[in-house]
Nanobody, 127 residues
Framework: VQLQASGGGLVQAGGSLRLSCAAS????????MGWFRQVPGKEREFAAA????????YYADSVKGRFTISRDNAKNTVYLQMNNLNPDDTAIYYC?????????????????????WGNGTQVTVSS
């Protein structure tokens, strides 16, 4: 089972990026999927989560209104559209999948215990 994240990069403040996380090895239909982020030296923090259908979404207050999570179950892929980026969004972004709910995923400190994790993708926002 593998989650492969991509789409990170360097962008100026106010810009946009779209992260993708492609799952392989099994279907994640029925699984919540989401994104956490981590700045080196700091704790990993929740960013966004989507229910298995994508019908329910959850966001950290710091990204609400700027980030949008979506998923394409036919492609086994989850996306994170990030708009109006600011330097505080600079971090390594990790995708995750778990058989529990997206609501649960949004409350787990640092994502501790979530079932599957992908590689990280670096997002750097310059001022």
């Amino acid at each position: 089972v593998q989650l492969q994240a991509s789409g990170g990069g360097l962008v100026q403040a106010g810009g946009s990026l779209r992260l993708s996380c492609a799952a392989s090895g099994r279907t994640f239909l029925g699984y919540a999927m989401g994104w956490f982020r981590q700045v080196p030296g700091k704790e990993r923090e929740f960013a966004a989560a989507a229910s298995w259908s994508g019908g329910s979404t959850y966001y950290a207050d710091s990204v609400k209104g700027r980030f949008t999570i979506s998923r394409d179950n036919a492609k086994n892929t989850v996306y994170l559209q990030m708009n109006n980026l600011n330097p505080d969004d600079t971090a390594i972004y990790y995708c995750t999948a778990d058989g529990r709910t997206a609501s649960f995923m949004s409350t787990v400190p640092m994502g501790y215990g979530l079932e599957y994790w992908g590689n990280g993708t670096q997002v750097t926002v310059s001022s």
